[in-house]
């Protein structure tokens, strides 16, 4: 994270990183952001890979590829400290 949530997404959204995970999620502080994103054009996703709304767990964010790449890295982690 560069200090917030919000910089984080709206980095993505200005194309100044590829893509972010965000694993503590508070409505207030990631809904702006997610707004940001999509319209420029990028994807916002759950964790589980469905698209981010506000009950959402988690927030992964970048273009339809890097988002979707870490969903999968996000639930491989995810797997392996259950194990």
Same mark, same amino acid.
């Given at each position: ?9 709206? +980095?993505?959204a ?5 893509? +972010? ?29 469905? =698209?981010?709304?506000?009950g959402?767990?988690? =927030? ?5 590829? =890097? ?7 996000v ?9």
């Amino acid at each position: 994270m560069f200090g917030s949530a919000a910089f984080d997404l709206v +980095c993505v959204a200005d194309g100044r990183t590829d893509g +972010c995970v965000i694993l503590s999620n508070n409505p207030w502080d990631i809904a702006a952001g997610t707004v940001i994103v999509r319209e420029s054009g990028g994807v916002v996703l759950d964790s589980d890979g469905s =698209t981010h709304d506000i009950g959402s767990r988690h =927030t992964i964010a970048g273009n339809g590829l =890097t988002a979707k790449e870490l969903v999968a890295l996000v639930g491989l982690a995810q797997r392996e400290s259950t194990q």
